[in-house]
């Protein structure tokens, strides 16, 4: 990891700080700040942008590198943990005598398989000709939910999706779940919004690629049949839900039996598709996502012609294993889904696309690995005082809450008494033992691997829950709360700094990973999380009195996110990103109070000319340091539920009062907001 030599503030800096900063102690000898100083921009008021301010030497003088679509706390920390995880899997691939089927063989022959061009050179599209005939081979349309279910298993994507979770209202048990999905571009809009120049525009180049892949493949008929699937799946995202109607867990929770289902389509045997996705009889219901789409799903098939239904297939096929297939393939792929998408000037080097690979095949193996040389038991001690402290923090906020009316608190409390914090890695290590991975086979070896984690999110139904399951791995630069099992999860990887300085004074830990906790305990009570109760079941525990006022408090939030705007003409949707807004600023106002209480009424000490509560809010604010190519940033305010990075510091920070006191920030200044105009929640 890469470390940074603290500098000392100016005087002016200090000057502008020295009224909040009275009547604290000095800091002990060899005592550090974790606040990177060296990158505070002097002719950026803390006052009007403290986002600019904080990480502003650092935005001027940072370039995007070539392969990236952004740069920032959380990339720059994943390069790092890959630098490791890459030491790990080419120790694993040299390591002699490794016995055959162990972790070690299959990571290290899954390196190599990937890393051998010369092979993939010579068989250019050959790995896919059997799913390509298999296509080819379609007689009519009753075969599609059997091809559907086939191609589901190895991975490609297809219109919906059948799949395993728990019961969102009876979540002591395993449901089967279909959702939509298929398409190629990230989002409706970038097939509807022809209004929008950039949007027509990438849809005519996604037309071209199509064009393009098919073509390599050795389609004659390449431009003809990619206007057809470009078509067929504008069809499909007009039938589709949008993000934010996506995000509703009780509209998408539609209960119902297979006959059920069978009336929403008519013309498509869901008995076949479901037998052949290997749920069979197992399932006495379903429950539907989408229903509307599944209903205009069956409409857009019924009317497409077979050819183009084929050819749309074969496409998709194309399009998730290209990465694995011949040079010509490759780069295509990364022509559209690189350059045009996303503005990333140049490919990932191959180790990193491999390892990457690697570890979405194996990825609790290596996990284990990860942690045994890279997460010392001491971090993970230390972390589980700070959760204990901020869920404390949130125990005590929600009684003194003055919008929510007691028999809601009782609940809210109930709720926070059954959070299950999951630190570090598993208890319980995945087995990759019936997972087959050979040396000479890359995309045999993907899609077994597809395979494998398909079959093994099927075989949960009928079983009992399985709680000691992470959706992430331990070397993953993340975190997450899971509302069915009320857990929230902190791999190892981002115990490290600016996230989790085991050298630092608390303050900048408290604003950092303590905010990140605060952050995911508030999702079990942001907009969606809310709906849930302490057992993870969908259940309205609010009076109408504190639901309305709770909305009334989430509306204001949704405006000020809309009027953010990281490229002209694109605002964040402050619908679609309520969810992490609320965690943004519900975490960082819990994790204040949680290092006011492990100051134990002592004062924080002054380190660089800071106070405690400086370092708190600059340790959160160089969590988000980041900087995105617009092409990038406009992909993200379509499809992703999190803001912005500089509106994540800015946007949460001007509702907070302490911030307010601890930087001197008044009326006249840009991130002033009137009391009355700011939100606080829990």
């Known amino acids: 990891m890469k470390r940074y030599l603290l500098s000392t503030l100016t005087l002016s800096m200090m000057a502008a700080f020295a009224g909040a900063a009275d009547n604290v102690h000095s800091a002990a000898a060899g005592t550090t700040s974790g606040i990177e100083t060296q990158y505070i921009d002097q002719g950026v008021r803390v006052q009007d942008d403290f986002f600019g301010h904080l990480n502003g030497k650092w935005l001027q003088t940072t370039e995007i590198p070539s392969d990236r679509t952004s740069w920032g706390t959380f990339i720059a920390l994943r390069d790092s943990t890959q630098g490791q995880i890459r030491g790990i899997v080419e120790a694993d691939q040299k ?5 055959a089927g162990s972790d070690e063989q299959k990571i290290g022959d899954l390196y190599t398989s ?63 779940y279909i959702r939509q999905g298929g398409l190629g571009l990230p989002d409706r809009d970038y097939y509807l919004k022809m209004d ?53 867990p009780n509209k998408s929770y539609n209960k119902m039996s297979v006959d059920e289902l069978s009336k929403l389509t008519p013309d498509y045997d869901w008995k076949a598709a479901l037998g052949a996705a290997g749920i069979g009889n197992k399932a006495d219901y379903v429950i539907v996502g989408q229903p509307s789409y599944i209903t205009g799903f069956n409409q ?19 399009r998730e294993f290209s990465p694995f297939l011949s040079k010509a393939f490759v780069d295509e792929r990364f022509d559209f889904y690189g350059k045009t998408l996303s503005g990333v000037k140049e490919m990932e080097p191959r180790w990193k696309r491999g390892v990457s690979t690697v570890e979405g095949a194996l990825g609790e193996a290596l996990g284990r690995e990860y942690t045994a040389q890279y997460f010392p038991p001491e971090r993970k001690a230390r972390m589980e005082e700070l959760v204990k402290n901020v869920l404390a923090a949130y125990k005590e906020s929600i009684d003194k809450l003055d919008w929510m009316g007691p028999e809601t608190k009782k609940e809210a409390q109930a709720k926070l008494a059954k959070f299950n914090p999951k630190i570090g890695y598993p208890n319980k290590w995945r087995d990759y033992s019936k997972l087959a991975i050979k040396k000479d086979d890359l995309i045999g070896n993907v899609m077994r691997t597809a395979t494998f984690s398909y079959n093994r999110n099927i075989s949960k139904l ?8 992470w959706g992430m791995t331990p070397q993953t630069i993340n975190a997450y709360y899971n509302s069915r099992l009320n857990e929230i999860v902190f791999p190892a990887a981002i115990l490290q700094p600016p996230f989790f300085n085991a050298a630092a004074d ?27 109760d302490g057992d993870g079941n969908l259940r309205n525990w609010w009076t109408k009195e504190d639901e309305a006022r709770f909305k009334a408090k989430t509306d204001m939030l949704v405006k000020q996110y809309d009027a953010f705007e990281p490229v002209p003409g694109y605002h964040v949707n402050g619908a679609l990103t309520l969810g992490e807004n609320i965690g943004d600023n519900s975490g960082l106002a819990i994790a204040y109070k949680a290092y006011k209480i492990s100051l134990h009424g002592q004062p924080a000490p002054v380190i ?47 509702n907070q009062a302490a911030f307010y006191e601890a930087f001197g920030v008044k009326e006249g200044d840009k991130m002033y907001l009137k009391p009355e105009e700011r939100v606080t929640i829990w």
């Not at 349309?141 to 019961?167: C, E, F, R, W």
């Not at 608390?506 to 709906?531: L, P, R």
């Open 95 to 99: 390591k002699p005598g490794k016995k």
């Open 114 to 176: 990937f890393m051998d061009e010369k092979k993939l050179e010579t068989l250019a599209v050959k790995p896919l000709a059997g799913e390509l005939n298999r296509i080819r081979a379609l007689k009519d349309k009753k075969g599609v939910p059997a091809l559907v279910a086939h191609l589901s298993q190895i991975g490609v994507s297809v219109p919906y999706g059948i799949g395993v979770a728990q019961d969102a209202k009876e979540s002591t048990k395993y449901a089967t």
């Open 196 to 248: 929008d120049k950039r949007m027509a525009g990438i849809k005519a180049k996604y037309e071209q690629h199509v064009t393009n892949m098919l073509a390599l493949s050795g389609d004659k008929d390449a431009a003809a049949r990619a206007k057809a699937i470009v078509a067929f799946e504008t069809e499909l995202a007009q039938v589709q839900w949008n993000r934010v109607d996506l995000r509703d």
């Open 300 to 318: 857009v098939l019924a009317k497409t012609d077979l050819e183009t239904v084929k050819s749309y297939f074969q496409w998709q096929v194309l």
């Open 462 to 469: 009928g079983k009992p829950i399985d709680r000691e399951e």
């Open 506 to 532: 608390d303050a900048v830990n408290y604003g950092a990973i303590g905010a990140v906790i605060g952050h995911e305990i508030g999702h079990g009570f942001d907009d969606k999380g809310s709906q849930s």
């Open 608 to 654: 660089d000319g800071l106070s405690g509560d400086q370092r708190f809010f600059m340790g959160f604010g160089q969590v988000w340091r980041s900087k995105m190519r617009d092409e990038a940033a406009i992909n993200q305010v379509k499809t992703d539920p999190h803001s912005p990075g500089q509106f994540r510091a800015n946007g949460t920070l001007r």
